[in-house]
């Protein structure tokens, strides 16, 4: 094993497994940005792409490809940590191979057919090879079969791994969770003739999928996290994780209330709805907080300073963006005049960064040190981990930038064409000319490329963290003590 060279050997299985599913996460984060940064310039330019590459086409693929990198890099994470979790090789590698070959080959098809096909009358047919016209999961119909097909091929990988080794508080909840990031993505795969029908299991999708279940799978990333980073106490970490399952169960699936204001449905989801929409990421910055304050306490050494400070700034990002961002424009007396408009892109920036691409980046860290051959990657780098931390500062700063110019623009919106003109389309293209709203839009884009600048330096600081390392990593203290 030498120090500082990239060399697959050091890994296992599932976790050679694992940079595939990295690599190609890191790939689409940089286009969600690219294609975000067309997005963004057409609000400021309509004409830019016209006939071309249209708004519509930009917005879909900036999007879905958030959720895809997203979820390649759940994926990843789990498949770094299961064969370490559960004491024994990974269960099913081949066919675990294939569904990410079939996988990223379905993807590419629909981002291509994304790109050059979305012209002409929406069919059947339509809806099955080209877009299903649903807002986030457009994918047509046989992309939806093909990703259930490997996200049971993953959970079966998972759950076999498991039952053949052993069980802990962490692997127990995954698995549980797994079911479900399996089974509700079914939601969103049949069709009604009632509107508020369709949208009601449409939101099922939207929220307890990526919200709910997504939340719980990076609370189990998060505890195994912190218990490498940290050596913090599988104890204190797996209380926390069984809190958000329950208030995954108990609020979550009542939050989800919060989408179904204006579809038709009873009032009483106005209350129900508003009150437990903020309560889901509370577990995940307690986890945290409790888990570094008890590091301190036991003066534990942090092994690997890049990912602890992404995982911090996931709880926070979490906590900030998800939920007080949420619970701001979520109360029915407030999103009665900010659904729908940049108000709600400006939550759904930071909540999704904040909770979701925040962890996925840590966890490249933590990879990458192994893959390196377990090399030093705490305090004092032999290139002073500059990169690492103007890329952590670039990223956060352009999507709170962003947060912020969005949430002007949404300000605009809502008292223009809400408050004073009252949803009449009059209103809204009097909003749209604003000059609040412009300069908002024309902030967005320029911390949009603060966020881009960010992506390359994180690009370069993975490339290169470690080469030119002699030292070996630091052991946490809970391993330390293990081995005495």
């Known amino acids: ?39 963004g310039l057409q609000f400021l330019a309509p004409e830019f792409g016209y006939n071309v590459l249209d708004f519509s086409v930009n917005r879909m693929v900036h999007v879905n ?17 299961v064969e370490e979790e559960a004491g024994t090789e990974l ?16 993807v590419t098809v629909v981002v291509l057919v994304y790109l050059f096909v979305q012209t002409g009358p929406g069919e059947i047919e339509s809806i099955w090879f080209i877009n299903e016209g649903r807002e986030y999961i457009e994918a047509p119909r046989w992309a939806d079969i093909g990703i259930v097909v490997c996200l049971l091929v993953f959970f079966y990988n998972v759950a076999a791994t498991f039952m053949k080794g052993k069980w802990s508080g962490i692997s127990g909840v995954l698995v549980f969770d797994l079911v479900a990031v399996a089974g509700l993505y079914l939601a969103g795969m049949f069709y009604t003739t009632n509107v508020s ?9 939207i929220h307890l999928w ?38 995954m169960l108990g609020a979550g699936i009542l939050g989800l209330g919060h989408h179904y204001f204006w579809i038709g449905t009873p009032e009483y989801w106005f209350t129900v709805g508003g009150f437990f929409s903020a309560l889901e990421p509370v577990p995940l910055v307690a986890m945290v907080v409790h888990a570094v304050y008890d590091s301190g306490v036991h003066r534990f050494k942090n092994t690997n300073h890049p990912a602890l400070a992404w995982l ?26 900010t659904h729908g408009t940049q108000w709600s892109s400006s939550h759904g920036h930071f909540a999704f960064f904040g909770a979701y691409a925040t962890i996925n980046i840590a966890m490249f860290y933590i990879a990458l040190q192994k893959w390196r051959g377990n090399v030093y990657m705490s305090a004092g780098l032999a290139d002073n981990g500059w990169k690492w931390k103007w890329a952590l500062g670039l990223l956060n700063m352009g999507v709170v930038g962003m947060t912020m110019a969005l949430l002007v ?3 605009e919106q809502a008292f223009v064409e809400r408050a004073l003109g009252g949803s009449t389309w009059a209103a809204y293209f009097a909003a749209q000319n604003s000059v609040w709203f412009i300069q908002g839009m024309l902030w967005r884009e320029i911390f949009g490329l603060m966020t881009a600048a960010g992506f390359g330096l994180l690009v370069w600081d993975l490339v290169t963290i470690g080469r030119t390392e002699t030292r070996s990593m630091l052991i946490p203290a809970e391993a330390a003590k293990a081995a005495a």
């Open 1 to 39: 094993m030498k120090l500082g060279v990239l060399d697959s050997s050091n890994l296992t299985g599932g976790q050679q497994l694992a940079v595939k599913y990295y690599t190609v996460a890191v790939v689409l984060f940089g286009a969600q940005i690219l294609f975000g940064l067309f997005a």
């Open 312 to 337: 911090i700034a996931h709880a926070f990002g979490n906590f900030f963006g998800a939920g007080v961002f949420g619970f701001m424009h979520t109360l029915p007396q407030v999103n009665l005049y």
């Open 65 to 81: 490809a958030m959720i895809v990198w997203m979820l390649y890099g759940f994926i990843g994470a789990i498949y770094w940590l």
């Open 91 to 106: 269960v099913g590698l081949k066919l675990g191979n294939l569904a990410f070959w079939v996988l990223t080959a379905a």
């Open 210 to 247: 990526v919200e709910a279940t997504w939340e719980v799978l990076i609370g189990c990333i998060m505890a195994w996290g912190l218990i490498k980073t940290l050596g913090a106490s599988r104890k204190i970490v797996t209380t926390w994780l069984y809190i958000e399952v329950a208030l």
């Open 197 to 205: 029908v369709e949208q009601y299991w449409w939101w099922w999708v």
């Open 409 to 411: 623009s949404g300000y």
